[in-house]
């Protein structure tokens, strides 16, 4: 079974550039999430997913952030645009309620770099 | 979700077994506690979860006290791949469906 699948794995922008990252969930995964991780720090949710609709995006700064999940498979996360403080890894996660639904799978994660 | 307490760093020989404590004082009764690593330049991994027993699958076992106010995770035979940054959670809500609040986690580092 394949895992979480990001794109790309790296990416170098200068301050003010947007940039988009994409993800393919585990196929079968209605619930995705996107997290960002600072150096040294643990994860931090931006926003979750449930199929197309984002139930949570609490966290998402939403002036320069966004996120879409149109045919609730795929997911991209855009910054637009990026400032020097986000530089940091994008991660992203599925899961499903079937079963028991007691695990987030998570992808190799895209590593931003702001100059 | 309930806050967790875990050492900021540990070292284990490897073969030996690994035991990373958790204190989560103020959990509820219907939180679990759930346990992920992060390998360097990987995405956190699902290691085990539970609520009131003892729990064991094929990457470790976890301990809860009866008061469930702490648990130890163990890995009964650490080797040089489980250095990695461990994750104790107690998510809101009871499960890992939702919100992740991941924590400073433990460093292991399990050294020859």
């Known amino acids: 079974e394949a895992g979480v699948v990001q794109s790309p794995r790296y990416k170098i922008i200068e301050k003010k550039q947007p940039v988009a990252f994409w993800c393919n969930p585990i196929s079968g995964h209605n619930t995705l999430y996107w997290y960002l991780q600072n150096l040294g720090q643990g994860p931090e949710l931006l926003i979750r997913y449930e199929n197309e609709e984002a139930v949570d995006d609490s966290q998402l700064p939403k002036d320069r952030f966004s996120a879409e999940r149109l045919k609730g498979v795929d997911s991209t996360l855009k910054i637009q645009p990026a400032e020097l403080g986000d530089s940091a890894v994008y991660l992203c996660?599925?899961?499903?309620?079937?079963?028991?639904?007691?695990?987030?799978?998570f992808g190799p994660g895209t590593r931003l770099t702001v100059l | 979700d309930a806050k967790t307490t875990q050492p900021p760093s540990m070292d284990c020989a490897e073969g030996r077994a690994a035991n990373l404590p958790c204190n989560h004082s103020?959990?509820?009764?219907?939180?679990?506690v759930y346990w992920y690593r992060q390998i360097h330049s990987q995405g956190p991994q699902y290691i085990i979860h539970?609520?009131?027993n003892n729990e064991t699958n094929e990457m470790a076992s976890l301990i809860i006290t009866e008061d469930r106010k702490s648990s130890t995770l163990i890995l009964p035979h650490a080797t040089l791949r489980d250095t990695a940054v461990y994750y104790c959670i107690a998510p809101a809500g009871g499960t890992s469906y939702g919100k992740l609040t991941f924590g400073q986690g433990t460093i292991l580092t399990v050294h020859p």
């Open positions: 539970g609520l009131k």
């Open positions: 103020t959990i509820s009764g219907n939180e679990y």
């Open positions: 996660a599925s899961s499903s309620k079937q079963g028991a639904g007691n695990e987030q799978f």
